[in-house]
């Protein structure tokens, strides 16, 4: 019997001692694992520092900029000519342009995309759902600079023969080509937040007597509302920010007006005529770009901030 406690207190002390050893030596194994939240740290901060780097840059100039411009001009002015000898420097031109273009991109965009969406989520058998999906977002994965040379090239042709006072370069033709291109984020977005609401939702609205169609309109899409804004939103925000298929296909005039027929500049428009070479290093033009990017910075912001109020406000749990 005392052989047998003698063991047990021997197997005691030898697994005490085996584990005193192993916290004493210390192996490359757990240094690497100690070293890991600080690495994951480090790289997590790396978007935060590009972030706050690219703010104060654009703050800096931007206020370079406004010690030789008014704010009050460069906000509320309609003309803009920065290459004149008597240079205006209004950014509503650029403002109404850069709307003008994101509104018919929407315009385009959000029936399309949300009708593709409604019939993967609900109509579509899982076999071609799946099919179809891949194929739709390969036209995310299309370069923008060639839906430029399409709008360009092909799209504006068209509208010529259509509307015979189009001009070469308009923004309509750029709209409806971005409108094609951002129909895979809204449908893909919106599908998703569909196909989240629960089956036994839909079973239930079939169960009382709805059909199809009426389980969509009614239950569905109110379920899955915040989802659908959302997409809507970024869908906007990406529009803004598009940069190859307006400063290919919308010309470079700075017209401020509301006639989509005409040639118009946006804002990622005039930044890519800047840096092209034209104005000199330290110069009023060159400050100018860095106001126009901090408006479209501010847009973009905008947008986010709002896709996530919204996210947040029509948000449904289940």
Same mark, same amino acid.
């Given at each position: ?81 920065? $290459? %004149?000898?008597?240079?205006?420097? !209004? =950014?509503?031109?650029?403002? #109404?342009?850069?709307? +003008? @273009? ?69 923004? $309509? %033709?750029?709209?409806?080509?971005? !409108? =094609?291109?951002?129909?895979? #984020?809204?449908?893909? +977005? @919106? ?128």
């Amino acid at each position: 019997m005392r052989s047998g406690e003698h063991m047990e207190d021997q197997r005691e002390k030898n697994i005490r001692q085996l584990i005193e050893e192993r916290k004493q030596k210390k192996s490359f194994r757990d240094y690497f694992e100690k070293s890991i939240p600080s690495l994951l740290f480090v790289i997590a901060s790396i978007s935060v520092l590009t972030t706050i780097g690219i703010v104060i840059t654009l703050l800096t100039e931007t206020v370079e900029f406004f010690k030789r411009v008014p704010i009050v001009e460069f906000v509320t002015g309609t003309v803009l000519k920065p $290459l %004149s000898q008597n240079p205006e420097f !209004g =950014v509503l031109p650029l403002v #109404m342009g850069t709307m +003008l @273009s994101s509104l018919i991109a929407m315009f385009v965009a959000v029936p399309i995309g949300l009708m593709t969406a409604i019939y993967l989520s609900e109509y579509a058998s899982e076999k071609l759902r799946k099919r179809l999906k891949p194929m739709l977002e390969l036209l995310a994965g299309i370069p923008t600079i060639v839906y430029g040379f399409f709008a360009f090239t092909f799209v504006t042709p068209i509208l010529k023969n259509l509307i015979p006072g189009l001009e070469a370069t308009n923004i $309509l %033709s750029p709209g409806l080509v971005m !409108g =094609v291109m951002i129909i895979p #984020m809204i449908a893909s +977005l @919106s599908e998703d937040a569909m196909s989240s609401v629960p089956q036994s939702m839909r079973e239930g609205a079939l169960g009382l007597g709805a059909t199809k169609l009426e389980v969509t309109r009614k239950v569905v899409i109110p379920a899955a509302l915040s989802g659908i804004i959302a997409s809507f939103v970024l869908g906007i925000s990406r529009a803004i920010g598009e940069t190859m298929i307006v400063t290919i296909a919308s010309g470079s005039t700075k017209n401020f007006t509301v006639d989509v027929t005409q040639s118009m500049q946006t804002m990622t428009a005039y930044i890519v005529e800047v840096t092209g070479g034209d104005a000199p290093a330290g110069s009023t033009v060159y400050y100018s770009l860095y106001a126009v990017a901090m408006t479209l910075f501010i847009f973009t912001l905008l947008m986010n901030v709002l896709a996530r109020y919204v996210s947040r406000k029509f948000r449904e749990v289940y």
